[in-house]
């Protein structure tokens, strides 16, 4: 549903449904409070006639409004583009939650995504209905309305971390946007030093396949560097130069995730929380997947495609994945991490390292690499290049603007063909039509193995063929 298509009467039955299958897709302006809401918010459902519709919640603050104290916009699920100019537009808004109109301009970051500034600013208008740098601005507000909702951080700190350069700043913009002060919205006065956490959520669209997800993303932890207990998923992390710890904790009841992380990520809570949102594809809309997959997705309609919290981590495991098993992958990255790898306090017995840098990676000779890994000489070939071209910025797994392009770069890397290409493109880009096809696990639970047949047979499955993939590797279960 783009800027321009949202339908009056569709929407408003929506509002008075509280249909979460539009939770995040569109945002309703009450005219006569100046208060916008989600579609699940259990407020009395104002009358038609007050109702203006919105894309994003930047385009609803523009129009005047202010986020709703009790549905909490800030918690709502993101979209999931599939076509070109939606991932296009995905990257932009993912580079913009990272904060990087924080630290480049306009033009800077056009060029990073290989695109005109001019094409930039058309695209985040056609999508979120504002331009970038209000955009920009409702993520740093929503952000900090989440902070001094949900943490105990101290509001000098939640100004920075929101991305604000003073305090003057962030407490006038917000008491003009807003119409409150700042300490108007804190639940309390405890202070940051007094909790061992900050701790934010997020919110998804049911249904959720939990153990479905966990049972897959704990098979390939790697070592000390990440862990699934208890329902639990823990990891060391380093964002540029902020290094600590997270805790991801599902709330099925209520649809959310808690994200506790370390007071040292302070001020890398922004691309924290998207990397969260990415690993956990809590962006996804089941129901509609559901849907399109037809009788593929019956029995499991809840499941995601698995992401990953750090591109290049998830890279060099599928390139040690190539022609061995879950586990022996696994034991790989593990040997990996243990000579390679940084220390990083934790509260976690079992967590307690960092993956390697790409550069540090680059730097190791290839030999070396290879008998302390042990691991055959073409893999260490493939693990040097990739970890140059990263390094160097010719290959970016954190966002690809052009996904064609950055598909191709890797195709062109030694020891990278098709198949690991798009296992990258579906877990570390979450590209939602990434589809591994010579894989033979998906052989296997399509009874078919000419390749040219797999993917023909696959086009039904446009524009969501990541999530066949899934499915049929979770079909493999009750062989």
Known sequence: ????????????????????????????????????????????????????????????ELAGFRPCLRCRPELAPGLARVDSIGRLASAISRRIEDGALSEMSIGELAAELDISER??????????????????????LLLAKQLL??????????????????????????????GLNPTQIRKGSQSQAETEAIECELGYRPPYDWQALFTF??????????????????RAVRIGENKGWLEVIPHPQIHRVRV???????????????????????????????????????KNPGLRVPGAFDGF????????????SVKGATTLMSRLVTAYGEPCETPFEDVGWLFPRAAKLASIDIDELCKTVKMPHTRGVAINALAQAVASGHVNLDHAGDLELT??????????GEWTAQYIAMRALNWPDAFPHSDLGIY????????????AAAEVWRPWRAYAAIHLWKSLETV
């Open 1 to 60: 549903m783009l800027f321009m298509e949202l339908n009056n009467d569709i929407c408003y039955q929506a509002v008075l449904t509280h249909d979460r299958r539009f939770d995040g897709v569109f945002f309703v302006g009450v005219k006569s409070t100046h208060i916008y809401c989600r579609t699940v918010c259990t407020a009395k459902p104002p009358a038609a006639r007050s109702c203006t519709f919105h894309t994003s919640a930047a385009a609803a």
């Open 119 to 140: 094409h930039l600013r058309r695209v985040v208008s056609s999508e979120f209905g504002v331009s970038p740098l209000e955009l920009a601005q409702t993520q740093r």
């Open 149 to 178: 909702t949900d943490s105990t951080l101290p509001v000098t700190e939640i100004a920075f971390a929101s991305g604000f350069n003073s305090v003057r700043r962030f407490n006038a913009i917000f008491k003009s946007s807003y």
């Open 217 to 234: 993303l704990s098979a390939r932890a790697v070592a000390g560097v990440e862990s699934f207990n208890d329902g639990r998923y823990r």
């Open 260 to 298: 506790r992380m370390a007071p040292s990520l302070s001020r890398a809570i922004l691309p924290t929380l998207t990397k969260v949102r990415r690993q956990f594809d809590l962006n996804a809309d089941p129901l509609a997947i559901s849907a399109h997959l037809g009788e593929l997705s019956k």
């Open 313 to 324: 981590e998830m890279a060099v495991r599928a390139i040690l994945g190539q022609q061995v």
């Open 407 to 416: 598909l191709e770069k890797l195709k062109g890397l030694p020891g990278i």
């Open 444 to 455: 296997k639970a399509m009874k078919e193995r000419n390749p040219k047949l797999v993917l």
